[in-house]
C-alpha cells in the first residue's frame, strides 16, 4: 500500500511538468507555395491513414469480440477465395493510386526550377555555407553566431541563453518577396544538405554536382534551418537563415552589401619609398 503511495505521488508531481512541456509533432507552418503543397499532402495522407487505422481496427475488435469461441462461433475459412484476394488487392491499389497523383504533381512542382527572377549558388562547406547572388555580383558566407562558450551550457534555468540557439548566422541569406529564388546547390567537401522546412526546400549538396530547387517567399519574415545531411563533428552547427523582405529593403541590402564588400577589397594604403623605415 505504502508502495502505491509513493508512485501515486510521484505520478501526481510528474504530471503538472509533463503538461508544461510543449513540442510540436507537425512540420512547420507553410510559407511558399510548394511548402504549401507538402503540408497538404502530408496533412492527406495522414487522414488517410487514420481511416484505414480506424476501419481495420474496428473489424478486428468487432470481430474479436462478436465471433469469440465463448458464443460458439467457427473460424471461417478463406483458402483460396478468389473474390476476398481480388477485393484486398483492389482496395490497397485504388488508395495508393489517389495518394500518387497528388504527390506527383508536388514532386514535378518542386522540380521546376525554369524561369526564375534571379539565382543563388550555394556551396556547402565543412562547416558553412557560401553564397553567390549571381544576378547581383554579391558572395557571402555563413556561418553559425551561436557564441562558442553557450554550446552545450544552459543557464541556471535550464533554458539556453539565446532565443534561436544553434540557428542563427552572422550572414543570413536575404531574398526579395514575391520572387522565384533558384537554388544551384552543391559542395565542396563531402555532402550536405540546404534544408528550411518552411520553404518547402530540402536538396542534397553533392561535390562534383550541381542539384537545383526553388523557393518563393509570399511574406515578409525569417525562416530557419540546418544541414540535413550529416557531414561531420560539426554538422550541427550549420544553420541556414533566409530573410525574406520587400522590393526597396532588398534594393537597399544589395547596395548595401555591394558598398561593405568594395570597402573590403580596397588594397590597403601603399607605404611610399620616401617614408624612413623604422628598424
Known amino acids: 500500500m505504502k508502495k502505491l503511495r509513493v508512485l501515486a505521488g510521484a505520478l501526481a508531481s510528474a504530471v503538472p ?3 508544461l512541456a510543449g513540442y510540436d509533432v507537425n512540420i512547420p507552418a507553410p510559407k511558399t507555395p510548394i511548402s504549401l503543397q507538402i503540408y497538404g499532402l502530408h ?12 476501419v481495420v481496427f474496428g473489424v478486428m475488435f468487432y470481430s474479436l469480440f462478436a465471433h469469440r469461441k465463448s458464443r460458439g462461433a467457427v473460424a471461417a475459412h478463406f483458402h483460396e ?8 488487392t483492389l482496395i490497397p491499389f485504388l488508395i495508393l493510386a489517389v495518394i500518387a497523383f497528388p504527390a506527383t504533381k508536388t514532386v ?11 539565382t543563388i549558388k550555394v556551396t556547402a562547406y565543412q562547416w558553412k555555407w557560401q553564397y553567390d547572388y549571381l544576378n547581383d555580383g554579391l558572395k557571402l558566407y555563413a556561418t553559425l553566431s551561436t557564441p562558442r562558450e553557450q554550446i552545450g551550457a544552459p543557464d541556471a534555468h535550464g533554458k539556453v541563453t539565446n532565443e534561436h540557439y544553434l540557428l542563427e548566422t552572422d550572414n543570413n541569406v536575404v531574398v526579395p518577396v514575391g520572387k522565384k529564388i533558384r537554388l544551384l546547390i552543391t559542395a565542396n567537401d563531402v555532402i550536405h544538405g540546404w534544408y528550411v522546412p518552411q520553404l518547402g526546400v530540402n536538396q542534397y549538396g553533392i561535390p562534383g554536382f550541381i542539384k537545383d530547387a526553388w523557393f518563393q517567399a509570399n511574406e515578409p ?3 530557419r534551418g540546418q544541414c540535413s545531411q550529416i557531414c561531420g563533428k560539426e554538422h550541427g552547427y550549420m544553420p541556414i537563415v533566409v530573410e525574406a ?3 526597396e529593403d532588398y534594393a537597399a541590402w544589395v547596395k548595401e552589401q555591394k558598398a561593405k564588400q568594395a570597402a573590403d577589397a580596397a588594397p ?6 620616401a617614408d624612413p623605415v623604422v628598424r
Request: glycine letters at 2%; hydrophobic letters at 55%; a negative charge.
Open 17 to 19: 511538468a509533463l503538461a
Open 43 to 54: 496533412m492527406e495522407i495522414m487522414y488517410v491513414c487514420l481511416a484505414i487505422f480506424v
Open 81 to 88: 477465395n478468389t473474390t476476398v484476394e481480388v477485393i484486398w
Open 108 to 118: 514535378l512542382a518542386m522540380k521546376d526550377a525554369s524561369n526564375p527572377d534571379m
Open 221 to 223: 519574415g525569417v525562416y
Open 245 to 247: 523582405k520587400s522590393a
Open 268 to 273: 590597403a594604403e601603399k607605404v611610399s619609398l
